[in-house]
């Protein structure tokens, strides 16, 4: 096999040497060899369960619906737990096959650049968010009838409509 750019699954050229591009964009990254020393950078490349997504990855993280993603860190918030006790759930949710993935390669070893993990990260915290059991979210949150175009209205994003439905759902309407 050619060792030049040619990388596996997990993210190891062939010669045992760190990857040097992302696994799902293939965009060249040097982080994995001498790291980074940009001013606020939160890991150019790493494996997927290393990835620093930051503080504020939560904010809008469910289809850019604020009033859902602030529903999701309520209860992490309530629970102490931080949006990376989070993604490890998530991923060994994935790896049980409770969660899935559009990309179906995509392991907490699958090394990946910040924008595709992030992507990845946004995927599973809407699974994890649609698992929350009802009895474990309040009642205004319960109480909001689905949306017909669930997770693919283009309304959620305005508070008003997001608020008065719910857009952890699958489209109910004019669906193909």
């Not at 006790?85 to 995509?106: C, K, Q």
Request: proline content about 3%; some cysteine; overall charge positive.
């Amino acid at each position: 096999r050619s060792s030049d750019l040619s990388s596996d699954t997990i993210g190891y050229s062939y010669l045992g040497n760190p990857s040097t591009r992302g696994t799902i964009c293939l965009n060249p990254f040097c982080h994995m060899y001498w790291g980074c020393t940009r001013t606020g950078c939160l890991g150019c490349l790493a494996p997927f369960c290393e990835l620093n997504l930051g503080e504020k990855c939560l904010d809008g993280v469910l289809n850019n619906n604020n009033y859902e993603s602030d529903i999701l860190k309520n209860y992490l918030a309530c629970r102490g737990l931080t949006w990376k006790e989070m993604l490890n759930e998530s991923l060994l949710a994935l790896e049980r096959g409770t969660f899935v993935l559009s990309d179906y390669r995509v392991t907490g070893s699958t090394v990946m650049c910040y924008c595709c993990g992030l992507r990845n990260f946004r995927e599973l915290a809407y699974h994890y968010r649609k698992n929350i059991p009802t009895s474990e979210l309040p009642v205004a949150v319960t109480l909001r009838p689905d949306c017909y175009w669930g997770h693919n209205c283009r309304t959620q994003v305005k508070a008003h409509h997001a608020m008065k439905f719910n857009h952890i759902c699958e489209q109910t309407r004019f669906k193909n």
